[in-house]
């Protein structure tokens, strides 16, 4: 029996793919769980496998296309059977492909050119319509992305100089990253009454918290796995934000489930520490940067993305000292984080040298009330400005 070839949905904000390169012809034998094709979904680089054996009889969508989920794209059948059903119009159940992330290798190469003899040029969506309108041909340029991937900066590079007086401008096409991002926002900032919180938390002991934690333990953690573990005591004491509307309901989550925003380069991705009232900060260290390094090769799968009760942004790193962030539904509450700055401080009537840092809640106001914020971020700054009990045995879900 013929079987379908979909574009599958493999999350809910997916509502289309890119067709990146069909790893199989016409005519060529399959077998089930052999990859058929790459596919670029709004978050990863995926392989698209094959559910049933046979030929590959029909293949409708080329390389480079944009096509819906649940759009026909091949069909799978015996060398002599009638696949004119299989054709029509009439979306079949999905299951008929399944996806995994790409392989990527482990360790990034060298930047080196793409041109090797019989595989594909590995490029970004931006970097191929840069290089489309300038005329650049881009096994020639030298890529410095991951893995190797010509980025935007590699196609202007590769021009020289005079690239840099070329006229402005340039539509770049949306990537299926990008037009998710677009379309959560829109979701959630239109529709959402958001209302937000400012405190200013004193950092100086996290801060030496964190050096002596490294010098003992032989542990890194970040001052973003510091925030995780904070905010998961603090949701624990505050489950009232542990939660998402539903439109009929309050819906108060058992675990803590906090994603952490990382950037790429066409938008962000927010990969999520299950369950962190139940971890140390040891573990939950580790398991941050396992994922924030897999996160940047687009390497997750789907569930270790989404999901999340909580999420927390930090643009400290970049100098930012303050910034709203908008709420992704169904999440309640969203943590934005600053950077860690010097700021003089009056203790007993003397002004000396400290370390602040400003966070700022954003919270669905029709779950969360103004004191319920508030009491919140009263907690994670008791938290921070203490942060012996980071270490406290973890708590059970």
Not at 114 to 138: F, H, N
Request: aromatic share 4%; proline share 6%; glycine share 8%.
């Amino acid at each position: 029996m013929a079987s379908r070839v979909v574009m599958p949905k493999l999350t809910d904000t997916m509502e289309e793919g890119v067709l990146l390169e069909w790893k199989k012809r016409e005519g060529d034998p399959v077998q089930a769980g052999e990859v058929l094709a790459e596919i670029e979904t709004d978050k990863a680089v995926m392989d698209l496998e094959a559910f049933a054996s046979g030929i590959l009889r029909k293949i409708l969508v080329q390389n480079g296309e944009t096509v819906e989920s649940g759009k026909l794209l091949g069909v799978i059948g015996e060398a002599d059977e009638d696949i004119t059903a299989a054709l029509s119009d009439t979306v079949m159940p999905a299951a008929s492909t399944s996806a995994k992330p790409a392989a990527v290798p482990a360790t990034s190469p060298a930047p080196s050119p793409m041109r090797t003899e019989g595989s594909r040029i590995i490029a970004s969506p931006r970097a191929r319509a840069l290089a489309a309108e300038r005329g650049v041909d881009l096994s020639t340029v030298t890529g410095t992305g991951p893995g190797g991937r010509i980025v935007e900066e590699d196609v202007v590079k590769a021009q020289g100089p005079a690239a840099s007086a070329m006229p402005s401008g340039i539509d770049q096409p949306l990537t299926q990253m990008r037009k998710a991002i677009a379309r959560a926002t829109v979701q959630s900032k239109a529709p959402v009454p958001h209302f937000y919180l400012t405190r200013e938390i004193d950092m100086e002991a996290a801060e030496q918290f964190r050096r002596q934690f490294k010098k003992e333990r032989q542990s890194h953690p970040s001052m973003t796995d510091l925030l995780i573990k904070a905010a998961a005591l603090a949701l624990r004491k505050h489950p009232e934000l542990n939660v998402s509307y539903t439109g009929e309901a309050i819906r108060r989550y058992e675990r803590v489930d906090i994603g952490v925003a990382v950037g790429l380069e066409d938008g962000l991705i927010t990969p999520v520490i299950r369950d962190c009232g139940a971890k140390t900060l040891e573990t939950i260290s580790a398991e941050s940067q396992v994922l924030i390094a897999r996160a940047k090769q687009k390497q997750l799968q789907p569930q270790e993305y989404s999901g999340a009760t909580f999420s927390i942004s930090n643009l400290g790193m970049f100098g930012v000292d303050n910034f709203l962030a908008v709420l992704i539904p169904p999440q309640a509450a969203s943590l934005a984080v600053g950077a860690v700055r010097d700021v003089p401080v009056v203790v007993a009537g003397a002004v000396k040298a400290g370390r602040s840092m400003q966070v700022t809640l954003s919270c669905d106001h029709r779950a969360i009330d103004g004191v319920m914020g508030a009491e919140f971020l009263t907690e994670l700054k008791r938290i921070l400005e203490h942060p012996q009990e980071l270490t406290a045995q973890a708590i059970k879900s």
